[in-house]
Every structure is written in C-alpha cells, then in structure tokens.
C-alpha cells in the first residue's frame, strides 16, 4: 500500500486529502479542510497544517504532493515571494516527509528543485483534475466550481489543452473566471438588481457577497457558508437579507423579504451567466461539441452543470463517484492521486 496526502494551498482556504493506493487503486481516502485567510497571519500556515494532517492521516504518507494559489495573496509582493514561502512553510512542517510540488508541465517536482523554479508552481492546483480527469474522460470539459472561482479546462484526446497555463492567461482565454459559491463581491456579478419594477444599480461596497445568494435562495446551509460574511454577523438567512438589501442602499425596513429575494435570483442567473459565457468561450476553440460531457465539481458544482443544461451538454457530476465531501477538494484529490499512481510504478 502506497499512501500520499495532497495539499491545496489557498489564500482563504487550506485543503488536504489522504488516500491509500493499492494495485492501481484508492482503497481509503479521507479529507480535511480549514478556512485560513492567509494574509491574516501567514506565520500561521506551518501549525495549521501540522493540525490538519494529524486531522487526516491513520498512518504517515510516503510522500506529498503539493499545488497552490495562496501565492497571488497581497500578503506577498510577488508571486515569486508567495511560492517560496509555502515551500518554506511545508518544509518546516514536514521535515521528514518528501513534498512533490506540481508543476505547469504537469511533473512532480522535489522540494529542493522547486526552490529554483518557483514560478512554474504558482497556481497550479487547477491542473492537476484536468490531468486527473483526462484519464477517465478522453474529451470533455471540466468545470470546477470553488469559493472564489471558477475554472474551465477542456480536454481532448486525453489531454488538457488549455491556452492559458498562468493566472493571467487563464483569464484571457476565459478559463479562469473570478467568480464562485461564496467570497464574490455582487457588484462583481451584477450592474444593477430588479427593484419594485426598475433596475437599481447596486453599490460597489463590500456589503454582501455570493455566500448570501445562494443562502437566501436555500442552495446551500449556513453550515457552508465557510468565510467571513461581510458585516461579521451570523450566517443566517435573516441576516443575509440584510446584507442584501445594503446592496442597493437599503434595509430591511425599507425591502420586503420577497423583494430581497427576488434580488437575490437575479444574482444568481447571472452569475450562471457569467460561467456559461467563458465555457462557451472556450467550447468555440473546440471542434465537435456535440455531446461533449461537462464534468461538474467543486463546491458550486451545481452552477457548472445548471450552465451544461443551458448550453445542452451532458452534465456529469463528480460527486457520485467519489463523495460530495471529496469532490469538493478535487485539486487535492487529483494531485495525490497522480503521485500515488507515479510512485507506484516506480516500484513495480
């Protein structure tokens, strides 16, 4: 038996999957994940993972297998600067342990060489389910639904052949979309809501954010709601209608419920909006589209496949086969299973 912890290192939440991998096979896995704001008190990244892995591991791993985006945080003056540390911090963390960064050529690279490249393992983490899932699916697209935001990697012919492989080209290819289940400032999403028969422009202050919409509107529990709200107060469907109403500059005294709510459905099909004009962005790029599956996963895994209905894709659903819980920390996932299945046959 093989076993391997993956990290997904972010810069608001800290993700972790142990696996047991036998004759090609998962025979166990379990998950971890923790909401770390990174630039908050990054000095906290070692313990907190320390924490998490006595969390996760029946047994010690043989080895880890790291991604990332915790790097981008303004914690950090550079991207550079953000790797290098979350090396550090690993490191420090699990002296004994060898960590196997993933890189944008999709290799494993050991810690010490990681050190010198840097910049070829910075926000890795949305490749590694596109190589994971190009071996179980020859020609689909991935949509990854997260917190924060949404990636889209196709893959053809059992490989991902994205344009973009940096944050800045996923971004102007469309692969990359900042938006997600919950941190997304609304006025990010929408220039105006419908209000008593107008459209009302919104404010652009930090009032609410997608975690509200999809609180109000019942698709997800207070339990989900995983960040910080805006206004420090509970994650509760009550106050969320407050937050809303802020919005366009109004309270609760001033709006009904029904009048939040109505807002807050036009949220979100814009925000289905939103993903379904980038996937259909990069399905252009593609040739024969009909009947390519869209493989849903990630938090907001629901929103990728309500846009494969939109667009009359086969929507598929990670979730049954691995575990709502696991497939809401896909990157995890696939990166301990790439070096799972890497060290195995190193030693067949």
Not at 187 to 213: K, Q, T
Request: hydrophobic share 45%.
């Amino acid at each position: 038996m093989i076993s391997v912890v993956g990290w997904d290192i972010g810069g608001v939440n800290t993700k972790a999957t142990w696996l047991a991998f036998e004759h090609g096979k998962v025979s166990d896995v379990r998950t971890a994940s923790r909401p770390f704001e990174i630039w908050r008190g990054k000095e906290r990244l070692s313990p907190l993972l320390q924490e998490l892995a006595t969390q996760l591991m029946p047994v010690p791993p043989q080895a880890m297998a790291l991604t990332m985006t915790a790097e981008l945080s303004d914690a950090f003056r550079s991207k550079r600067e953000g790797v290098l540390f979350v090396l550090e911090s690993m490191a420090a963390a699990f002296p004994d342990v060898p960590v196997h960064a993933l890189s944008m050529a999709g290799d494993f690279v050991p810690l010490e060489k990681a050190r010198t490249r840097p910049l070829d393992l910075a926000a890795s983490n949305w490749l590694a389910p596109g190589l994971f899932a190009a071996r179980q699916f020859r020609n689909a697209i991935l949509v990854d639904v997260g917190s924060t935001t949404t990636d889209i990697i196709p893959i053809r012919d059992s490989r991902v052949v994205g344009l973009g492989r940096t944050d800045l080209e996923r971004l102007l290819a469309g692969e990359l979309v900042y938006t997600g289940l919950l941190r997304t400032h609304l006025a990010a999403i929408v220039r105006s809501v419908p209000v008593r028969g107008h459209l009302c422009p919104v404010s652009s202050e930090y009032f609410a954010i997608s975690g509200d919409v999809h609180l109000i509107l019942g698709h997800i529990q207070p339990a989900d709601y995983t960040c910080p709200t805006p206004d420090g107060r509970p994650e509760t469907v009550e106050y969320a209608w407050e937050r809303l109403a802020r919005l366009v500059c109004a309270d609760m005294e001033m709006l009904s419920p029904a009048e939040v709510d109505e807002m807050a459905k036009a949220i979100y099909h814009q925000q289905v909006r939103q993903i379904e004009d980038a996937v259909q962005q990069v399905l252009s790029r593609l040739p024969g589209q009909e009947g390519l599956p869209l493989v849903a996963t990630g938090t907001g895994a629901f929103l990728a496949a309500q846009v494969g209905h939109r667009l009359g894709l086969k929507a598929v659903d990670w979730a049954p086969h691995w575990g709502h819980e696991v497939s809401e920390v896909a990157p995890c996932l696939a990166v301990a299973n790439l070096l799972a299945e890497q060290l195995e046959a190193s030693v067949l």
